[in-house]
């Protein structure tokens, strides 16, 4: 089952504009983490915050966590038309045996306007 | 690092018939995942392995689907029979271990279409 499900389902915005997606998610985590994907390839680890984490940054990228309303932003500040790619949330999932199966959400795909 | 190898990227198949899948992980990575990804949805896991041994195979549909990672490095997954919703991108992911705060590093992909 998908668990992070992912708002909006697509974002268009100038160059130089800030990006938000939001991630919703339905049982306690450990972990969320945020992926890149561009058209065709395949996804790219962006950044990963722990559920004792509020906030994190990654150069361009900031990244919120939320456990009381299981909720993760990603901030994309001063966007590039390089940054045209779907975005995807996962959180872990203990499924037993410690496989920690990482569940992803359907994701945003933002697209960037030069 | 040389990243994950996977191939073909493209197959087309009628259904019934069989395809093979093959993957190459990061060196010194050890585990290894399969994920199906549909259009327009998130990859889904298909199967994990930890060195050669399988620590979730929960959603692999295993009356079609199979999976091997024989020395505990490439793996194979092989679809028999094929039916037109396998149509989709199979996706090789690696990490260094077994644990939900690992980055995984993903193969760019095959993209299989059933006729």
């Known amino acids: 089952s998908q668990q992070g499900e992912e708002d909006p389902q697509a974002l268009s915005i100038q160059e130089g504009e800030n990006a938000t997606m939001n991630c919703s998610y339905k049982?306690?985590?450990?972990?969320l983490q945020w992926y890149r994907q561009n058209s065709g390839r395949g996804l790219v680890h962006l950044i990963l915050?722990?559920?004792?984490?509020r906030e994190k940054h990654s150069g361009r990228l900031r990244v919120t966590l939320d456990t009381s309303k299981k909720s993760s932003s990603l901030l994309i500040t001063a966007s590039r038309a390089a940054d045209t790619a779907s975005y995807f949330c996962?959180?872990?999932?203990?499924?037993?045996?410690?496989?920690?199966?990482?569940?992803f959400g359907k994701g945003t795909k933002l697209s960037v306007i030069p | 690092e040389a990243g994950v190898a996977q191939s073909p990227r493209y197959k087309i198949i009628e259904k019934r018939q069989s395809v093979a899948f093959w993957c190459n992980p990061i060196s010194g990575h050890a585990t290894l995942y399969w994920y199906q990804q549909i259009l327009g949805q998130g990859p889904k896991l298909l199967i994990q392995f930890q060195n050669n041994g399988v620590v979730d195979d929960s959603q692999l549909p295993k009356d079609r689907f199979s999976a091997e990672r024989l020395k505990g490095v490439d793996s194979t997954l092989k679809i028999q029979p094929a039916k037109l919703e396998d149509s989709a991108v199979y996706l090789c992911?690696?990490?260094?271990?077994?644990?939900?705060?690992?980055?995984?590093?993903f193969g760019d992909g095959t993209r299989l279409s059933i006729l």
């Open positions: 915050i722990r559920s004792n984490e």
């Open positions: 049982t306690s985590i450990n972990n």
């Open positions: 992911a690696s990490s260094l271990e077994s644990a939900s705060f690992a980055a995984q590093h």
């Open positions: 996962a959180t872990d999932d203990d499924s037993g045996a410690g496989s920690y199966q990482l569940t």
